[in-house]
């Protein structure tokens, strides 16, 4: 699993960094991506949604820790 | 290495403000009460600004001496209040800083300059729009290509760092101080200043302003509504999310004041407004880029500000700053005005037109300077 720190960056740095990686992912590739505020988790999930994948996130440390997976097409 | 093992089970639980519908909301209420604070008593399409405000607050405070703008205005505190609040309701509010500060105050200060020069931040452009001030659409066209621009610096990793975690109290100081400033605009201390004549005189009453702030901080911080967001995100990622939540925001508006007959569909002669045209667009390519160097629009800096967020105080403390050099220095433009008849155009004097120059190019050396490559 792909794994991205994008605590204490603030948007829009988190969504482009989760974008980049997203994309390059086949079907059933998971991302794991870490972020510190709730602006960047709703802006993270809503980006990968839009590229096909399914996202769930769920509190981490003070944070967020997002997966990301590929869907099947 | 994957932090599966470590992950606390917790679902975050479902956000009306996150989903479509929750921004448009947003939008929509915030332009409502923009609407009915200008119908209380703020200026013409000025219900409100977020620079503007802040303008009349370091008037208030005798940062400068422009007496036609000094007021200090509840709005701007009741917004950090409010987005208080709903951080520490849904848990949101961290105490966090460090991520390049006097970048942030330098950005903070020449977007309030450009905007000034403009004669008001996203927000007000849009309501002038809105109201029928076509010399927002120079204004607005500006902010999108300083968006723009800011745009393909993030593209090409412009980044001002890392924040980190800091104690309570520093993420307090903000709501703490707003808190202080709204107890001196209720209870008026014979030491501010206040204006008697022009924008600074034209207000909504006190407990009109307080609660429609303390709204919008609160709608605005669940929501993150921001104008500069909107452009980035359309832009960056094709993302409409934002852009919907200020369509609202605009449609609203424009319902309001075309059902009054307030709508004027002209060039000349607009309220606090003036119609050279490529001191609209520079004024406000300024402001865009520094907004979009900076992370967000003016209001969403001080919604920040109300959830911990040191960084985006000091962008505030920038702006404030900003305010009071733009009047001290006479580089804020003036408006159009009427005399016997006859229109006497305003803008920038010569001081507003180098310090926008300048400005721009801080700000494309903080874009050049500030970039890393992502791995």
New interface residues.
Partial sequence: ?K?IDA???????P???A??AASDLSAGDQL?I?V????A???V???VS?LGCAA???????G??IVVTKKQR | ????A???????PF?FF?TRTGIIFAGALIGLIACLLALSGNPVNMGICVACFIRDIAGALGLHRAGVVQYLRPEIPAFVLGSFLAALT?K?F?S?GG?SPVIRFVLGAFAMIGALVFLGCPWRAILRLAGGDLNAISGLAGLAAGIGIGVLF??NGY??G????FKKPAGLAAPVIMAGLLAAAIAKPAFLFASTQGPGSMRASLLISICAGLVIGWVAQRS?FCTM?AF??LF??R?W?LMSGVAAFFAVVLVFNIARGAFTGAFAAQSIAHSQHLWNVLGMVLAGLAFALG?GCPGRQVFLSGEGDS?AFIFFAGMLTGAALAHNFLLASAPDTLKDGALIVGGPGTNGMIAVGVGLIVCLIIGFSMRKR?K
């Avoid at chain 1, 769930?56 to 003070?62: H, K, L, M, S, T």
């Avoid at chain 2, 470590?6 to 975050?12: A, C, H, L, N, V």
């Fill in positions: 699993m794994h605590r204490g960056l603030s948007c829009p740095e969504v482009i960094q974008r980049r794991e870490l510190d505020a709730g602006a988790r709703d802006n999930l809503r980006t839009s769930e996130a769920a509190e981490y440390e003070g967020f820790r | 290495m994957s932090t599966q470590q992950t606390t089970p917790r679902r975050t956000c996150a849904f949101e961290k966090r991520s993030l593209k980044s001002l890392r924040s980190h975690a993150r967001g980035r995100d960056l990622m993302d999310h992370g960084d992502w």
